[in-house]
């Protein structure tokens, strides 16, 4: 199994960046899909970023193209997403996901494990 501890969430104008982490503990991290979604109050949780296991494919949502940028380090066991750009709609918690397959990864339901959320406010 794996646990999953987001951070680097907090608060930021508009226009500025943010960059979060996850740091994962479990036997086979460097095997895993791993993605970002994000909820806001009232919505459903929506996809974000996917990374394949060696960091070679990424994905993202058509929302946060050309602004954030997912990577991960295998031998550190973390997850990152840099924020750029951001607006007062990205405004939510943040979660990161680990799953097995890319086939999967901008659904919820492509993912086995999740870490317990960071909160991003975005001032207008």
């Known amino acids: 199994q794996v646990q999953l501890v987001e951070s680097g969430g907090g608060l930021v104008q508009a226009g500025g960046s943010l960059r979060l982490s996850c740091a994962a503990s479990?036997?086979?991290?460097?095997?895993?899909?791993m993605g970002w979604f994000r909820q806001a109050p009232g919505k459903e949780r929506e996809f974000v970023s996917a990374?394949?296991?060696?960091?070679?494919?990424?994905s993202y949502a058509d929302s946060v193209k050309g602004r954030f940028t997912i990577s991960r380090d295998n031998v550190k066991n973390t997850l990152h997403l840099q924020m750029s750009s951001l607006k007062p709609d990205d405004t939510a918690v943040y979660y990161c996901?680990?799953?097995?397959?890319?086939?999967?990864?901008?659904?919820?339901?492509?993912?086995?494990?999740w870490g317990q959320g960071t909160q991003v406010t975005v001032s207008s």
């Open positions: 996901a680990a799953g097995v397959t890319m086939t999967t990864a901008t659904v919820v339901e492509g993912y086995d494990y």
């Open positions: 479990g036997r086979t991290f460097s095997t895993y899909v």
């Open positions: 990374i394949s296991w060696a960091g070679r494919r990424t």
